[in-house]
């Protein structure tokens, strides 16, 4: 199959009106005319005949260079052992013909061949976003949502009409700024509903004027719509993995060849920083009811006086946040925990299962990861408060006979049935808020056991087996809020390695004794137990 390189021009006889096409006498200018292109093409599957055409070139070098581009696609696939292959690829220049896209770029024409890829059909983002979260059969329910949140919210709104070889960094930086845009006008929204719920707050109830003032400003605020949340800087950051993810498995496949979401640089995303609820602290939110730090962790004293109201007021969930106070389990694992994954004998508990909330629907699934399924040893004194937890239910189970849920989970509610890590965070918080103590969230309290470990002297690894981390650099990055007293200590002992004169030796101070209560020895850290609280146990 050779090519056929003709030139024409619009030129017609004065006489007929007819074109005089290529006995067009002006046809040997260089400037006269165009240069055409024909090229046939591999017949269709019904036999019938086809071509490659195409009018306009300048030089006949240029229709030539076109023409031999031609050939080269195909002779990617053997004429004689591969018709069918070469019939893809002329079904692929017939379509290029017809829609005058530019002739395909040989190395990647080749390259989708061999993957055995569609030539003629070009997948959008969006299409194959679709498919590479559908072929994720090891995801778990979280973090399916996850991912199905981002492509749907963000991803396929924004660039999913984009052919999946046309993406490039551009479109991504494009998204993001987006995204800016967008965050700035919900920044917006939301201040004007709140000054406008600041400004209804102020207008009295009584008055035709005032109800008037009311119903116009209600009426407003209607209009305006919910509060919405910004897409922060972690949330950006989780879809830019997202993408790339995805991204990386359609290189593996063969669909491209280049990963744009590797080259973009987004604001980084800034982890706060936890902080301890010192007197100066809780002396300031009082005054002006702001927060230090999103993170917040308790003090040990503070920490004993949440146990120890909930001693005093006989709440039946004492023991499900003492578990986490000492031994910093997750949210969804304190839910989860079973009987038959605490071993009395041994003072030992496992966590193989969690209960993850999804929208409002609950769901077990295996820990967050492999290292969250761990095995920890219980200290002697929450091994009694899980006994008397143990012997409670049990009683709990008599009262409610036959109407007993037997879900075989450690915490529950009275009547057995697993108790909803949604209902557990609101029990928490209005609990704190009746406590009297400063505001913390229930994952802070896993904050607070790992901060009582290490201000305790416990090995970081152990601290790590023990949060369920898979490095301790995770634990020393996030969890390490070190009490005052106890970086005080380290600051006098760092500046007690230094021998000196005796004229210029520090004053030193007196060793807080270590106390003995009941048999059972606890450090103690500014007056305080760090380890072992004795809030009153609840009898059953």
Not at 25 to 51: A, F, I, M, N, Y
Not at 276 to 305: F, H, I, K, N, Y
Not at 497 to 512: S, W, Y
């Amino acid at each position: 199959m050779t090519a056929t390189i003709t030139k024409r021009c619009g030129c017609r006889d004065p006489q007929t009106d007819k074109q005089l096409g290529a006995s067009c006498k002006k046809l040997t200018q260089r400037t006269h005319g165009v240069w055409k292109l024909v090229h046939p093409l591999p017949p269709r599957e019904d036999e019938s005949r086809r071509r490659f055409f195409r009018s306009g070139y300048e030089t006949k070098a240029k229709a030539q260079t076109d023409a031999n581009a031609l050939a080269a696609l195909l002779d990617i696939a053997d004429k004689r052992s591969d018709p069918d292959g070469r019939r893809r690829i002329a079904d692929l220049l017939e379509m290029v013909s017809t829609s005058g896209e530019s002739i395909p770029d040989y190395d990647e024409t080749k390259r989708r061949f061999a993957t055995g890829q569609s030539l003629t059909q070009h997948m959008t983002v969006a299409e194959w976003l679709d498919t590479w979260l559908a072929g994720k059969k090891a995801l778990r329910k979280s973090g399916e949502t996850r991912y199905e949140v981002d492509i749907r919210c963000h991803l396929k709104p924004r660039i999913g009409h984009v052919r999946l070889d046309r993406l490039t960094v551009q479109h991504l930086d494009e998204m993001f700024a987006g995204i800016a845009e967008t965050n700035a006008e919900i920044h917006d929204a939301n201040l004007q509903r709140h000054a406008a719920l600041d400004e209804l707050k102020t207008i009295p109830w009584k008055g035709i004027e005032n109800r008037g003032r009311r119903k116009f400003l209600k009426a407003a605020i209607e209009e305006m719509g919910p509060f919405r949340r910004v897409t922060g800087p972690s949330t950006q950051k989780h879809i830019r993995d997202t993408l790339r993810a995805a991204l990386n498995t359609a290189i593996a496949r063969g669909a491209i060849t280049f990963n744009p979401a590797s080259y973009v640089e987004l604001t980084a995303a800034k982890r706060p920083k936890a902080m301890v609820w010192t007197d100066e602290r809780v002396e300031a939110w009082l005054r002006t009811g702001e927060r230090p730090s999103a993170v917040m962790v308790w003090t040990p004293e503070q920490a004993g006086e949440f146990l120890d109201y909930l001693a005093d007021t006989e709440h039946r969930l004492l023991p499900l946040f003492h578990l986490i106070t000492f031994r910093g389990l997750r949210r969804g694992e304190a839910c989860g925990v079973r009987w038959a994954d605490y071993s009395i004998a041994a003072r030992s508990m496992t966590i193989a299962t969690q209960l993850v909330q999804d929208g409002w629907e609950v769901i077990e699934s295996l820990p967050k990861t492999d290292s969250g399924e761990r095995v920890f040893s219980i200290d002697e004194y929450s091994a009694e408060v899980l006994d008397a937890h143990q012997t409670k239910q049990a009683a709990e189970r008599c009262q409610w006979g036959p109407a007993w849920i037997e879900s075989g989970r450690m915490f529950t509610q009275e009547d057995g049935e697993r108790i909803h890590p949604g209902w557990l965070t609101d029990q928490f918080e209005r609990l704190v808020d009746l406590s009297g103590l400063p505001p913390i969230r229930l994952h802070d309290l896993r904050h607070v056991a790992a901060s009582l470990m290490l201000a305790a002297g416990v090995d970081v690894k152990i601290v790590s087996e023990t949060l369920g981390h898979s490095d301790s650099r995770i634990t020393r990055d996030i969890y390490q809020s070190v009490m005052p007293k106890a970086a005080a200590e380290a600051a006098e002992a760092t500046a007690a390695m230094v021998p000196r004169g005796a004229a210029r030796l520090p004053k030193q101070k007196a060793v807080e004794a270590v106390n003995e209560q009941d048999g059972i020895t606890s450090a103690s850290h500014e007056g305080a137990k760090i380890i072992v609280f004795r809030p009153r146990l609840v009898g059953a």
